[in-house]
C-alpha cells in the first residue's frame, strides 16, 4: 500500500503489485517461460510434499501401535479420496481460475499435516488422511490443464514433458527427506511439509494466469481418431499403475523372504521412479513427436509383460531390477501419452485431466487388494504373474476398442 497524489492534488490509497508480481513482467516470450518455471517448480514441491507425507505417514501410525490391517487402511484411505474427488476437482478447473483452487488445496493441505502429528490414537488418523487425500486433488488436474492451456501439440508435449520430470524428481526425492526428517524427529517430515506447502502458495499467488478458460489446441485431432486412442491408453495406464500398486504393497515382504536388507529393497524399489522419470526426459525432449502413435505404447507393454515374468520366477537382485526398470518404463511412457491424449484438443481440460488422475489412482488401489488376495492363496510370486497377465490383457481390450472405433468412423485418420 502507498499514498499518492490524485490528478486533482488530493492524496489517494493505491495497492502496489507484490514484488514478485514485478517477476513476471517483460516480453510475452520471456513472461511464459517464467510462468512455465513457476508451475514446474510447484509440481516440484508438491511432489515432494506428498511423498513426505506418504512415506513418514506408516511410519507414524507404527509409532500409535497399528496393526498390519490398520496400515492397510491407512494407506488406503488417502488414494481412495484422492481417486474419488479428482473427477470432480478436474470439472472445477474448467469453472473456476485453477491457481485458486491449487492455492486452497495447498492451503488445507498444510493445515492438515501440521496437526496430524498430535494424534493418539490409529483411528483418529483417518479423518485427517482423507481429508488431505481429496484436498490434494484440487491442487493436480487443475495444474496440468493450466499447464495445457492454449498450445498446440509439439508446445503441449514439450510442456508436459517438463512438468512430468519435476513432479518425477519431486517423487525421488521425497522419501529420502522424509526418512533424513523422520530420523531426527517424527513430527519433522509434517512441519517440513507444511512449511514448502507454504512456499508453494507464495510462488502461486504471484504467477499470472490460471484464468479458468481454458483454449483447446490449435491443431485438434479428428474426434474420430482422439476417444478410442484416448481410451486405449487409459487401459493402458489403468494396467500400469495396477502393477505398480501391486509392487509397492508386496514386494517389501517377498524381499525380505529372499534376504534382502531393507537398504536393498529402498533402491530396487526407487528404480521404478528412475526408470519413469528417465522416459519422462525422452518423451520432453522428443517434443510430441512420440505420443501421437501406439507403436511406443505396444513396445513398453512388451517389455513390462517380460519383467513381470521376470520378477516372478527372479531370486537375485539383478533379476529384479531390470524387471522394475521395464516397469518404470511402462509408466512414464503410459502417463506421458495419457496425460497428453488426455489434454490435446479437449476444451474441457481440466475434467479430462481429473479423470486422468482418477484412472491412475484406482489402479494404484485395485492392485494391492487384488494381489494380496492372490498372494494369500497362491504364494508371493503369483502377484507379479497377475500383473503380466493384466497388463497382456490390457493389450487384447486396446485391440477391440481400436477396432469398435474404427468400424464407427470409417472416415478417421488412423493413428
Given at each position: 500500500m502507498s499514498i499518492r497524489e490524485s490528478h486533482t492534488g488530493a492524496p489517494r490509497l493505491v495497492c502496489d503489485q507484490p514484488a514478485w508480481g514485478?517477476?513476471?513482467?517483460?516480453?510475452?516470450?520471456?513472461?511464459?517461460?517464467?510462468?512455465?518455471?513457476?508451475?514446474?517448480l510447484a509440481a516440484f514441491g508438491m511432489a515432494v510434499v506428498v511423498s513426505m507425507v506418504n512415506f513418514a505417514?506408516?511410519?507414524?501410525?507404527?509409532?500409535?501401535?497399528?496393526?498390519?490391517?490398520?496400515?492397510?487402511?491407512?494407506?488406503?484411505?488417502?488414494?481412495?479420496?484422492?481417486?474419488?474427488?479428482?473427477?470432480?476437482?478436474?470439472?472445477?478447473?474448467?469453472?473456476?481460475?485453477?491457481?485458486?483452487?491449487m492455492i486452497a488445496g495447498a492451503v488445507i493441505y498444510a493445515l492438515v499435516y501440521t496437526g496430524i502429528v498430535w494424534t493418539e490414537r490409529v483411528e483418529d488418523l483417518l479423518p485427517p488422511v482423507g481429508l488431505?487425500?481429496?484436498?490434494?486433488?484440487?491442487?493436480?488436474?487443475?495444474?496440468?490443464?493450466?499447464?495445457?492451456?492454449?498450445?498446440?501439440?509439439?508446445?503441449?508435449?514439450?510442456?508436459?514433458?517438463?512438468?512430468n520430470v519435476a513432479w518425477c524428481t519431486?517423487?525421488?526425492?521425497?522419501?529420502?527427506?522424509?526418512?533424513?526428517?523422520?530420523?531426527?524427529?517424527?513430527?519433522?517430515?509434517?512441519?517440513?511439509?507444511?512449511?514448502?506447502?507454504?512456499?508453494?502458495i507464495a510462488l502461486l499467488v504471484g504467477v499470472p494466469g490460471g484464468s479458468g478458460a481454458?483454449?483447446?489446441?490449435?491443431?485438434?485431432?479428428?474426434?474420430?481418431?482422439?476417444?478410442?486412442?484416448?481410451y486405449v491408453i487409459w487401459v493402458a495406464n489403468f494396467a500400469g499403475y495396477f502393477a505398480l500398486g501391486t509392487v509397492r504393497a508386496l514386494f517389501p515382504k517377498l524381499g525380505t523372504e529372499l534376504?534382502?536388507?531393507?537398504?536393498?529393497?529402498?533402491?530396487?524399489?526407487?528404480?521404478?521412479?528412475?526408470?519413469?522419470?528417465?522416459?519422462?526426459?525422452?518423451?520432453?525432449?522428443?517434443?510430441?513427436?512420440?505420443?501421437?502413435?501406439?507403436?511406443?505404447?505396444?513396445?513398453a507393454q512388451a517389455l513390462a509383460v517380460g519383467g513381470m515374468g521376470l520378477?516372478?520366477?527372479?531370486?537375485?537382485?539383478?533379476?529384479?531390477?531390470?524387471?522394475?526398470?521395464?516397469?518404470?518404463?511402462?509408466?512414464?511412457?503410459?502417463?506421458?501419452?495419457?496425460l497428453f491424449h488426455s489434454?490435446?484438443?479437449?476444451?474441457?481440460?481440466?475434467?479430462?485431466?481429473?479423470?486422468?488422475?482418477?484412472i491412475v489412482g484406482s489402479g494404484i488401489l485395485v492392485g494391492p487388494f487384488v494381489g494380496g488376495w492372490v498372494a494369500q492363496h497362491s504364494g508371493l510370486r503369483a502377484p507379479y504373474v497377475l500383473c503380466a497377465l493384466i497388463v497382456a490383457g490390457a493389450v487384447t481390450i486396446e485391440g477391440v476398442l481400436l477396432r469398435h472405433g474404427a468400424r464407427n468412423s470409417p472416415k478417421a485418420e488412423r493413428p
Open positions: 514485478k517477476l513476471y513482467r517483460g516480453s510475452p516470450l520471456r513472461r511464459r517461460v517464467q510462468v512455465a518455471l513457476s508451475l514446474e505417514l506408516p511410519l507414524l501410525a507404527m509409532r500409535l501401535g497399528a496393526s498390519p490391517f490398520q496400515l492397510g487402511v491407512v494407506g488406503t484411505v488417502g488414494p481412495l479420496c484422492y481417486t474419488l474427488a479428482a473427477p470432480f476437482t478436474g470439472r472445477l478447473a474448467d469453472r473456476l481460475r485453477p491457481k485458486r483452487l488431505g487425500g481429496a484436498v490434494v486433488a484440487l491442487f493436480w488436474p487443475p495444474l496440468a490443464a493450466w499447464i495445457a492451456e492454449g498450445k498446440d501439440r509439439e508446445a503441449l508435449a514439450r510442456a508436459l514433458g517438463e512438468y519431486g517423487v525421488v526425492a521425497g522419501p529420502l527427506l522424509g526418512g533424513l526428517a523422520f530420523h531426527v524427529n517424527f513430527r519433522l517430515p509434517f512441519w517440513g511439509a507444511a512449511g514448502l506447502n507454504m512456499a508453494i481454458p483454449t483447446r489446441a490449435e491443431a485438434d485431432p479428428p474426434s474420430g481418431v482422439r476417444h478410442p486412442m484416448l534376504g534382502f536388507s531393507p537398504k536393498a529393497l529402498g533402491i530396487l524399489m526407487a528404480l521404478i521412479s528412475l526408470a519413469q522419470l528417465a522416459t519422462f526426459v525422452h518423451y520432453r525432449t522428443k517434443a510430441g513427436r512420440d505420443v501421437r502413435g501406439l507403436k511406443p505404447l505396444v513396445a520378477v516372478s520366477i527372479s531370486k537375485e537382485a539383478y533379476g529384479f531390477a531390470l524387471g522394475f526398470l521395464l516397469l518404470g518404463f511402462l509408466l512414464g511412457t503410459t502417463y506421458s501419452l495419457s489434454l490435446y484438443g479437449q476444451v474441457q481440460m481440466g475434467a479430462y485431466s481429473g479423470l486422468n488422475e482418477a
